[in-house]
């Protein structure tokens, strides 16, 4: 019962503030309702048993990430768009796209779920499953190699990330 | 999940949101109070037997102040930042362990609210959240000198962020666990100062940048920024940006005592009692930073963490690490 | 307590909820940022999928790619903002409307 109020509680919250995050024309509202749509699901990962991860999502997402988002917002102190969305046929086409994307997706959910329209029975899990230690012993055996790859994207992201804000453009 | 957990729990909860609601002006009392006396003055006396009100009478003259809004301010955030402040330094109480097992009614009663086993990611993670209520603060006056201490205070504390968790990081890895109950368990026979001094260093020098103290207070700088990032706020507002502060303290001093000088651990004396003592003797550290360092240059902050606080703590990471793979 | 939880179809719903929104953002918005914010969500709508399929499945693998996704994330972000704040620099533009100069 809990877990069904808190999904209805999360889910609403996470689509509502996903609406308002794309629909508003101030960029630092976007900002702040993304971080809505974070929090939301960082909440939603607790009920499906990925503490580590929602922990991860809060500070690294919720609270790196979109500090730099807003801070850059601040600092570039863009005005807001007129008009708010892309003119002409493009917006059309846009909706209409996004449309037929839902469309596929929902038609994913629904033909791959359990037998004759049934939901998939949610199977019983060990109570250390998404813990920072069962994360951290696959992270660091069966993921060793990807784990490494990332430190060095990061790396180049860094670099990257400053030459492009140290250059200047004549 | 019965209804005894549930009632437990909401006592719990209340009892912590009381303390940090009847401790603030206890601290502030003393700051004024301290810093008076080094200052060569006595601070508050008059209101109340050694001036102990004071802090009460000012908290109701600021309740009865008008509400001042700007008129350009962007309202809703303005009235949201104050309350994200306030917000995110309680949650963030919440997994600090205060005391040990005590048993009511016959129920053994664990002394905090939540024993999460990811706490201390929890803990970085509501402070990092923290960061919002001064940058959103700043912005939401729309006048210049709150927007330039919000931008100055994100870009502070994101850099001070860095060195904080990975200081904890050599913790986590003699522990073994996030959890902060856990680690004050493992701190039976030797606190974590000992072993991990340099960590506590790091940590309390970020703790102190993270909550905006002098030496490292350049979000609110008055000689250059009026007050910073609430100039514009008055009344209850700038109560809550007020409390948010000390409560911000109380979150460092409880972390830092939990992870490095063993918790409620001590002799003779009450858990509850030894936890209040350690916290107390913390802010009183505070307090006499405070009193001691002038405030650094902007540049210089900035230098100091990324070029000495974040090589140091990742220096004493590559250390820890290599000492507990050789040991065990 | 195994058909107890809520069933990981409704999950996958939201989440295809909230990816189809961040693509209408992408589509039809105008400011970059507003566009990479887009791109945040549906990263993050995602990110619910391998979540719950993890669970689904009882599988950490899942849990460990949402970790690689937020890492990936990061990245792209600091790289990407670095790239707005240049042409904004160079063109007082945050719009991608207006910076077309590899146009013909």
């Not at chain 2, 037997?49 to 008008?66: R, W």
């Not at chain 2, 994101?158 to 050599?170: C, F, M, T």
Request: aromatic share 12%; glycine share 8%; net charge neutral.
């Amino acid at each position: 019962m809990g877990e069904a109020i808190l999904f209805t509680l999360f889910s609403l919250s996470a689509v509502a503030f996903a609406l308002g995050m794309v629909f508003r024309r101030n960029a630092v509202h976007c900002a702040l309702h993304l971080v809505g749509v974070l929090l939301s699901l960082s909440g939603m990962f607790v009920l499906l048993h990925a503490q580590f991860i929602a922990a991860i999502q809060i500070l690294v997402y919720a609270g790196a990430i979109m500090v730099l988002f807003l801070f850059v917002v601040m600092l570039l102190n863009v005005k807001g768009e007129t008009p708010l969305l892309t003119p002409g046929a493009a917006k059309g086409f846009g909706f209409f796209f996004a449309f037929i994307a839902f469309v596929e997706l929902l038609w994913i959910v629904v033909s791959q779920g359990g037998t004759e329209g049934e939901p998939a029975p949610v199977p019983a899990l060990p109570p250390n499953f998404g813990s920072p230690a069962e994360i951290g012993k696959i992270l660091y055996t069966t993921w060793l190699f990807p784990f490494e790859v990332t430190s060095i994207l990061l790396m180049i992201a860094v670099v990257g990330a400053v030459v492009l804000a140290k250059r200047k453009f004549a | 999940m019965d209804a005894a957990f549930l009632i437990e729990s909401a006592v719990k909860v209340l009892i912590v949101l009381g303390f940090v609601l009847l401790g603030v002006p206890l601290i502030v009392w003393m700051e004024r109070k301290v810093i008076g006396h080094m200052q060569d003055r006595i601070g508050p006396q008059r209101v109340g037997p050694f001036g102990l009100l004071q802090t009460i009478a000012d908290g109701i003259k600021l309740f009865f102040k008008e509400d001042l809004i700007p008129g350009q301010a962007d309202r809703v955030v303005f009235f949201l930042a104050p309350a994200l402040s306030v917000i995110t330094a309680f949650v963030a109480l919440s997994v600090v362990p205060f005391g040990d097992k005590v048993t009511v009614f016959g129920r053994d009663v664990p002394l905090h609210v939540a024993d999460v086993n990811v706490a201390i990611l929890w803990v970085l993670g509501t402070t990092s959240m923290g960061v919002y209520g001064i940058v959103l603060g700043g912005w939401a006056s729309n006048s210049k000198y709150p927007l330039l201490g919000g931008l100055r205070s994100s870009a502070q504390m994101i850099s001070y962020e860095l060195a904080q968790g990975i200081s904890l990081v050599s913790v986590i890895l003699m522990t073994g666990t996030l959890s902060l109950a856990g680690i004050v368990a493992q701190q039976e026979h030797m606190w974590f100062i000992v072993p991990q001094f340099f960590a506590f260093v790091i940590f309390l020098l970020c703790g102190i940048a993270e909550t905006n103290r002098a030496p490292f207070d350049l979000p609110e700088a008055e000689t250059e920024l009026v007050a910073g990032f609430h100039t514009e706020y008055s009344s209850m507002k700038f109560a809550l940006y007020f409390l948010a502060e000390y409560a911000n303290m109380m979150v460092v001093s409880a972390v830092a005592i939990s992870v490095f000088f063993g918790g409620w651990r001590g002799p003779f004396l009450p858990p509850v009692a030894w936890f209040l003592i350690k916290l107390s003797l913390f802010l009183f550290f505070f307090v006499w930073l405070r009193a001691t360092f002038p405030r650094l240059r902007y540049d210089q902050l900035m230098a100091f963490g990324w070029k000495v606080l974040l090589p140091a703590s990742l220096l004493n990471l590559a250390v820890t690490a290599v000492v507990v793979a050789l040991t065990g | 307590m195994g058909s107890m939880g809520v069933p990981t179809e409704y999950y996958q719903l939201v989440a295809a909820l909230l990816f189809t929104i961040g693509l209408i953002g992408v589509l039809v918005r105008r400011s970059a940022l507003i566009i990479f914010m887009s791109i945040e969500l549906m990263l993050n709508a995602v990110n619910l999928s391998f979540v719950a399929f993890s669970r689904q499945h009882g599988q950490m693998d899942g849990q460990i790619f949402v970790f690689f996704v937020m890492a990936v994330a990061a990245a792209e972000v600091a790289v990407g903002l670095a790239i707005l704040v240049a042409i904004f620099r160079n063109r007082e533009t945050a719009s991608v409307d207006e910076v077309h100069l590899l146009k013909g």
